[in-house]
T-cell receptor, first 113, second 110 residues
Framework: NAGVTQTPKFQVLKTGQSMTLQCAQDMNHNSMYWYRQDPGMGLRLIYY???????DKGEVPNGYNVSRLNKREFSLRLESAAPSQTSVYFC????????????FGPGTRLTVL | AQRVTQPEKLLSVFKGAPVELKCNYS??????LFWYVQYSRQRLQLLLR??SRESIKGFTADLNKGETSFHLKKPFAQEEDSAMYYC????????????FGTGTRLQVTL
């Protein structure tokens, strides 16, 4: 039982490049989330998926897109990376909604040059 | 709009001293409040939630609706308590999501 897994662990991009961050969970959770963590800013919600087939914007969605591929997988795409997107990205999942315990992945450290 | 305020970026205490990590929130509905913790080289994890009224690792937190606060307390700090602590506020409904504070780093020294 791996919980929440994320790939890659580290990534360096040049401005304008695109990439997709992958997230998968094996806990049969309905809800999944993408956050970014920046010094002094805490965790900010980018997008979330309350259930399979639905996605909604969080606090900082600009520059990102998401896909809830199936119940297990929730990917985050940066179409044209910018230095302001340098951050640590966390994926999380919960049984149903944010008021249930959220389980976090190990994070992806992304640097955009 | 929901908002969570953690006024201290860093809290440094001596081992055995009491700890209080402050959290204030702004929310028009009935709040669901949580404390999450991130130990060094570990994943962010739930420490406790107000609805369960538990004591986890000696930590407690009481929801004070009058003062809109949910401070985290422990009577005697231990070295292993050193970590990053985040207060989080949940919205209502099945599509609920969490709003996190900016976090407080607790440093327990000998």
């Amino acid at each position: 039982n791996a919980g929440v897994t994320q790939t890659p662990k580290f990534q360096v991009l040049k401005t304008g490049q695109s990439m997709t961050l992958q997230c998968a969970q094996d806990m049969n959770h309905n809800s999944m989330y993408w956050y970014r963590q920046d010094p002094g800013m805490g965790l900010r919600l980018i997008y979330y998926s309350a259930s399979e087939g639905t996605t909604d914007k969080g606090e900082v969605p600009n520059g990102y897109n998401v896909s809830r591929l199936n119940k297990r997988e929730f990917s985050l795409r940066l179409e044209s990376a910018a230095p302001s997107q340098t951050s640590v990205y966390f994926c999380a999942s919960s049984m149903e909604g944010g008021n249930n315990e959220q389980f976090f992945g190990p994070g992806t450290r992304l640097t955009v040059l | 709009a929901q908002r969570v305020t953690q006024p201290e970026k860093l809290l440094s205490v001596f081992k055995g001293a009491p700890v209080e990590l402050k959290c204030n929130y702004s929310y028009s509905g009935s709040p669901e409040l949580f404390w999450y913790v991130q130990y060094s080289r570990q994943r962010l994890q739930l420490l406790l939630r107000h609805i369960s009224r538990e004591s986890i690792k000696g930590f407690t937190a009481d929801l004070n609706k009058g003062e809109t606060s949910f401070h985290l307390k422990k009577p005697f700090a231990q070295e292993e308590d050193s970590a990053m602590y985040y207060c989080a506020l949940g919205s209502s409904g099945t599509a609920s999501k969490l709003t996190f504070g900016t976090g407080t780093r607790l440093q327990v020294t000998l």
